[in-house]
């Protein structure tokens, strides 16, 4: 039973895993652009004071959105490799079973 919840629990991680990849996808293609379009309405009607307090904003908000990105980044690497060790952990378990299951057998047939 541990291992079924085990595998739920990857499925779901997994499903949540893509949906982050979606969302940071949709940021980093999107923001640049809307911050882009409002500098540049900012800049043709000719609102000066705006446009230098909309270009300090955009700066901050987008080296904000790029360390929080960093950060998700390290930890999904994190917890991809915690993963990969426990994966590993697993098929060890395996071998040492099926070895023993071919030993039984051997000496089944002796």
């Known amino acids: 039973?541990?291992?079924?919840?085990?595998?739920?629990?990857?499925?779901?991680?997994?499903n949540k895993t893509i949906r982050e990849v979606k969302l940071w996808s949709y940021a980093a293609w999107s923001t640049p652009f809307v911050a882009l379009f409002v500098l540049f309405f900012l800049q043709i009607i000719g609102w000066d004071q705006w446009y230098a307090r909309a270009l300090v904003?955009?700066?901050?908000?987008?080296?904000?959105?790029?360390?929080?990105?960093?950060?998700w980044a390290i930890f999904k690497v994190a917890s991809?490799?915690?993963s990969l060790l426990d994966t590993a952990d697993k098929l060890k378990?395996?071998?040492?079973?099926l070895n023993a299951i071919n030993r039984s057998l051997r000496q089944k047939d002796k």
């Open 1 to 14: 039973m541990k291992r079924i919840n085990d595998i739920s629990l990857l499925i779901l991680n997994h």
């Open 57 to 71: 904003s955009g700066a901050v908000i987008m080296f904000s959105i790029a360390v929080i990105w960093w950060w």
């Open 80 to 82: 991809i490799s915690n």
């Open 93 to 97: 378990e395996v071998s040492v079973e």
